[in-house]
């Protein structure tokens, strides 16, 4: 199996939710992984690409939602890019404790790390976020 | 056709909404807090959510079912109870541990029963 890599560039806008989960859809169907695994791509995509366009990129027309999509032998990574100010992933509070678990928000990251094999996030000085999602074969 | 489906029917004092669609951030989630909203104010306060038609929820639809619930449990007699998931949602309320908080049932008459 050869290396495959795609990008998309999306406006900061609710529907692209959407739109950025058909392509990776596409894509992961494609590379030969999992129902399984592509119903947890699929899941963390979403809440990634939600993060972007609300946190991030607070639904900006003019700053737009990066997203690269690379295929190996190993694994599917998926990386999404904001403009956003940036935060601490280790600061947001854990959905399961029991003070927050009838909070109504606040569980996309928690979804992101249960689906994924590996999950971090690189917040860049001058501003943009950009967050590495891998799921193995 | 909606991202979320709303089908409403009377079961005794209990109100069933058959859902079908997704419950995702947007259209689905708003549909459903719309929905319990309305119900609310015709005071209808005893809820059943059949959620068999439903194939993907995510954080935010997870987090509008939380909020339904406490938005029902606050008001007097206020009951809302889940039926029919799918293993999917099962398992996210299980990774969430929610599916302790909430009353789940796989049988709609064991369900209605449960209000009595």
Redesign the interface.
């Known amino acids: 199996m050869t290396v495959e890599t795609s990008e998309l560039s999306l406006p900061s806008r609710i529907d692209t939710i959407a739109t950025a989960a058909a392509a990776v859809a596409d894509f992961v169907g494609r590379s030969g992984i999992s129902d399984d695994a592509a119903f947890g791509i699929d899941m963390a995509v979403r809440e990634a690409v939600t993060n972007a366009v609300l946190h991030g990129n607070r639904q900006d027309d003019e700053k737009t939602v990066d997203i690269t999509l690379k295929s190996s032998p190993d694994a599917v990574e998926i990386s999404v890019h904001d403009q956003g100010p940036g935060f601490n992933p280790e600061a947001v509070p854990d959905p399961t404790a029991q003070e927050n678990i009838l909070k109504a928000s606040g569980r996309g990251i928690f979804f992101m790390r249960s689906f994924m094999d590996e999950v971090d996030w690189l917040i860049r000085p001058g501003g943009g976020t950009t967050v590495r999602m891998l799921k193995r074969r | 056709m909606a991202e979320l489906n709303i089908n409403e029917r009377q079961a005794g004092d209990v109100t069933v909404l058959d859902l079908s669609g997704k419950i995702?951030?947007?259209e689905g989630s708003v549909a459903l807090r719309a929905g319990i909203r309305r119900l609310l104010e015709e005071g209808k306060k005893r809820i059943l959510l059949n959620l068999a038609g439903v194939s993907y929820v995510?954080?935010?639809g997870?987090?509008?079912l939380?909020?339904s619930?406490?938005a029902i449990g606050k008001e007097d007699g206020g009951q809302l109870k889940l039926l029919n998931l799918t293993q999917?949602i099962r398992d996210?309320l299980t990774?969430?541990?929610?599916l302790t908080?909430f009353d789940v049932y796989d049988n709609e008459a064991e369900a209605l029963n449960s209000y009595k």
């Open positions: 995702t951030i947007g995510d954080s935010s997870i987090g509008e939380v909020s619930y406490t999917k996210l990774i969430t541990k929610l908080v």
